[in-house]
């Protein structure tokens, strides 16, 4: 029963670990050339050709390795599920923005040939602080600890120790996620006046608790 409800009440976040899914399989199945066109074309006249615009979302799904999987899929269940439980348009939006965003970052800086749902947990991690700590959400408090982990990864990965990861793609979702939090929280401001100062105040009093 838990599982036909998490289902019912988290059909997105369940959507996308099976798109993410699909990929790897393939992938470990038929080798790289069979998932070819789940990248960002090489070029930017060939991403404006017919049918060709999706590119900018796929390479979104696309994982190389198990490990790489996992953890972008447990990262995107943990932050996903909180959204998708208080608004699935809220949820769809944020992705749609921060996909293109943060592939469109890794794609002008490194070139093509990447992959991953990490652009999109950063976005995610960043909009849940900061609707958490501005805009009163109380349902959006992620764990600052791995909040600072996640931060810390990105100059650690400009290193290269820990080798050949997204990073602008990281970069460029961290930057999506805090840009939409804030129009979000622009748009309560001018509609609702005084709507984070109470929200804020809720917060704290809750938390005191």
Known sequence: MKQIESLQQHYIVWLIIGLSSIPYLILQQYGLDAISQWFVPESLTELFEPFSLWRLWTPTFVHYTLPHLIVNLYLWWLFASKIESESRFELISLITIAAAGANICQWSFVGPNFGGLSGV????????????????????RIDNNLALLMLALIPLSATGLLGKLSNYAHIGGLVCGAL???????IIAIVTPGHTEHTNKTKEQTEDK
Request: overall charge positive; charged content about 5%.
């Open 121 to 140: 947990v950063y976005a995610l991690m960043a909009y849940l602080y900061l609707m958490h700590r501005f805009g009163g959400k109380i349902s959006y």
């Open 180 to 186: 939409f939090a804030g129009l979000y929280l622009g």
